[in-house]
């Protein structure tokens, strides 16, 4: 059988989920890939935090180059968040004939170009499904089955976090702050929240999905965005008499050669599809000129939903390692 070597990078929440959705369904994973898939070196400073996994004290290193320089490691999974050191991080797992697997949005929209031109001259897969929707493989569909559409709008909720905190306020009447500090516990939120609660995330999401949709490329900064930091109990209130919710929603067309996009707080109808879509749930629509409506739904946020699409992505690597196939995209 196959064995193919996971170096891991980050062992917070989704390197956890990830570590987890391996080590629960190795065995099935097994059997239906044909694939051995280890994790075998974890970069991580907190070696002593306790985690719903099992790690040997020896899989761990402080020093990313005991990942990229070994020579058995085949696939870096880059689960550090944020630009930078993670940009440079993959850069040099590619560098170093590592594929590589990542539910980074922030350095995927950041550094698009940059890294997939790596990726290419270094003759490996570069898969970042986890950057957007969490759980939902909308990527995978986007770039695949799909392939054959052309699309002029996208629609969703991207942001598991705020979605959250929307949801409770509006449900159980929390207050934002205490909805926020549930969130953080469960494992959506950013290390920095703000990036959440401001719509910075969302705007990663939206810059990739734009990229891979519409061949356009928009940098996050470019997007106009305004978070939920400033929505109140009275907001909230108000648009339940009115029959609505308020939902953080990230809009782009692309019609008549003509680009835009924003993110905003918005009030929609209880009827609405989107309306209904709570908690950690993202949703996001798409229309292809062939395909015509499509909506795709789940978990966009925690470790196991996130793990699932890094491993996602782990196994068609490891099936294209194993076909002999990895290195001649
Ligand atoms: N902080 C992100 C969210 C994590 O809440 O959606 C998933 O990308």
Redesign the pocket.
């Known amino acids: 059988m196959k064995k193919v070597n996971i170096g891991l990078l980050g062992l917070g929440n989704i390197g956890t989920g990830t570590y987890q959705t391996l080590e629960m369904n190795y065995e099935h994973i097994k059997d239906v890939t044909g694939v051995d898939f280890e994790i075998t070196r974890i970069l991580e400073r907190d070696v002593d935090r306790k985690r719903p996994i099992t790690v040997r004290p020896e899989q761990f290193t402080q020093t990313p180059d005991d990942i990229f320089n070994d020579p058995d490691i085949d696939i870096v999974i880059e689960l550090v968040g944020g630009i930078e050191p993670a940009t440079s991080f993959m850069l040099k797992a590619l560098n170093a004939g590592k594929h590589v697997v990542t539910a980074n949005?922030a350095a995927i929209a950041a550094n698009y170009d940059e890294l997939m031109d790596t990726a290419k001259a270094n003759k490996v897969m570069l898969r970042f499904e986890a950057s957007v929707g969490?759980g939902i493989p909308i990527l995978t569909a986007l770039t695949g089955s799909l392939l054959a559409n052309e699309y002029e709008e996208i629609l969703g909720i991207l942001?598991?976090?705020t979605n959250y905190i929307l949801t409770k306020m509006d449900h159980e009447d929390m207050a934002y702050e205490d909805a926020l500090k549930e969130a953080q516990q469960k494992g959506?939120?950013?290390a920095d929240p703000t990036a959440?609660v401001e719509g910075h995330?969302v705007a990663n999401k939206l810059s990739i999905l734009m990229n891979l949709v519409f061949k356009k490329k928009v940098h996050p900064d470019d997007i106009q965005t305004t978070g939920i930091s400033a929505i109140t109990k009275d907001d909230i209130e108000q648009a339940k008499k009115d029959g609505c919710v308020i939902k953080l929603v990230a809009s782009a067309y692309h019609k008549d050669g003509e680009l835009g996009c924003f993110i905003q707080p918005t009030l929609l109808n209880k009827e609405h599809p989107l309306a209904t879509v709570n908690n950690?749930f993202n949703a996001i629509f798409v229309k292809g000129n062939a395909v015509d409506d499509l909506m795709f739904y789940g978990k966009?946020?925690g470790p196991l939903p996130?793990g699932s699409a890094v491993m996602g992505d782990v196994i068609e690597i490891g099936r294209a390692i194993s076909k002999g196939v990895a290195y001649d995209l």
């Open positions: 949005k969490g942001n598991g976090t959506f939120a950013e959440d995330d950690e966009g946020a996130t």
